[in-house]
């Protein structure tokens, strides 16, 4: 089936489950699967924390409610995805705030660039106050679509190409990279002296191996995952990004649940942002070790401030309006 077809069938299926509720009941007490979606494979640390979420809801509601699956990007890119969940013809998402930032402008302080000290200090920002408004933030307007869950680690976003090791910005220039379809990605890569190149996950691989970029920027997991590595050589620790993740549900379908599966559903998020985080850490050390074993150079040893140094164009363009948010991120210990 091809992937268009595919989401139209996906949408024909949303919309049997809605006829499915039951007369009797506001809501709906049959079975009911919930079709959940990544761009990553079966494994990887944000899949398999929505996995193990589907097997606990399957357990609490004797079978009632389970989470189908679909990973690498079946459904299409997370653009798509959030479309589809708006649509209610897909439940759970997991997304990039890097892909929400264009539909709710506020969590785009998390896309700025060098905003986290460090992974910890961005895991203190997600579980803390901070956290927890950003989520109501995107819950409670309703033109969001969506209800958010809960955040989820995806450690730093490091540039790697396949032309030569980066260690200054002056070896970034006149490099083609490929940045997440958001201006404010484009506008750090030009600001950090290369040329930043828009384009979705899945155009990634084939575009570096072409030439159309000469390499792109993310986390040692996704770097593996998508077999990045086999096309780029050089990956520099610049660390210009810390963004973490979401785990949405459409509000259409959310609408449906009795507020008993709402409250089992938001616990079961919560208790996944933490396991994810486990899950995180193994795999950003085993993806190190495989990029040692297949020759990636790694670079470690840069001096970021000229990069920091660098990106204050695009503080100076977006950052003004999340200036007082910026403050209580920085107040964070
Ligand atoms: C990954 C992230 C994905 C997607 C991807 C990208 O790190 O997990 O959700 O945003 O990067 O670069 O498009």
């Not at 708006?86 to 539909?103: E, K, Y």
């Not at 995107?138 to 490091?158: F, P, Q």
């Not at 930043?196 to 155009?203: E, I, N, S």
């Not at 259409?252 to 396991?275: H, N, R, T, V």
């Amino acid at each position: 089936m091809k992937r268009r077809d595919f989401i139209k069938f996906s949408a024909g299926l949303g919309a049997t489950m809605a006829t499915a509720t039951p007369l009797s009941s506001a809501f709906a007490q049959t079975k009911m699967v919930l079709k959940a979606s990544d761009v990553h494979p079966l494994g990887y640390p944000t899949v398999e924390a929505v996995v193990r979420m589907g097997k606990k809801l399957e357990a609490a509601t004797n079978g009632r409610l389970t989470i189908q699956m679909f990973p690498s990007m079946q459904l299409g890119g997370e653009k798509e995805m959030i479309e589809q969940a708006q649509l209610g013809a897909l439940q759970i998402a997991r997304i990039s705030v890097g892909a929400v930032g264009p539909v709710v402008d506020d969590v785009n302080v998390f896309n700025m660039p060098f905003v986290f000290r460090n992974s910890k200090h961005m895991e203190k920002v997600i579980d803390g106050e901070i956290g927890d408004e950003l989520l109501a933030k995107i819950s409670t307007n309703e033109k969001t679509g969506l209800i958010a869950l809960c955040w989820m680690n995806a450690g730093s976003r490091n540039v790697y190409n396949n032309k030569r090791p980066v260690r200054t910005i002056a070896d970034l220039k006149g490099l083609k990279v490929r940045m997440m379809g958001n201006p404010l990605f484009v506008d750090t890569m030009n600001a950090l002296g290369g040329n930043g190149v828009a384009l979705g996950f899945d155009q990634v691989f084939s575009s570096m191996q072409t030439g159309v970029v000469d390499g792109a920027e993310n986390n040692p997991p996704s770097f593996i995952a998508q077999n990045h590595y086999q096309v780029a050589k050089y990956f520099t620790m610049t660390e210009h990004l810390i963004i973490p993740e979401l785990l949405v549900f459409s509000r259409i379908s959310w609408q449906k649940l009795s507020p008993e599966d709402q409250a089992l559903i938001k616990k079961l998020a919560k208790e996944a942002q933490q396991e994810q985080r486990v899950l995180w850490y193994e795999a950003e050390n085993a993806a190190i070790e495989k990029m040692k074993a297949a020759g990636t150079e790694i670079i470690t040893d840069i001096d970021k401030k000229p990069f920091q140094d660098a990106v204050k164009p695009v503080w100076d363009k977006y950052g003004a309006k999340y200036a007082a948010m910026v403050k209580r991120i920085e107040a964070v210990q």
